[in-house]
């Protein structure tokens, strides 16, 4: 594509962890009876830390559940 450039050879390995990490999955199936209706039926949770100060109840880490 540029004139007077040479051409290189692609000449490396690819990782092989790489190469599994990239292989095309099949999407989740999208049945309705996964559907989750019931309070703390599914619940999500996420953990903060550490953070540079401490809380009230002296704690360096907070919890996120949603």
């Given at each position: ?23 095309h999955?099949?999407?989740?199936p ?37």
């Amino acid at each position: 594509m540029v004139k007077g450039l040479p051409m290189l050879k692609n000449e490396y390995d690819v990782c092989e962890d790489y190469a599994l990490g990239k292989i095309h999955r099949d999407e989740f199936p999208s049945n309705f009876d996964r559907w989750k209706i019931n309070v703390l039926e599914l619940v999500h949770s996420d953990v903060c830390g550490p953070m540079q100060s401490k809380s009230l109840g002296s704690a360096y880490y907070f919890m996120f559940f949603y």
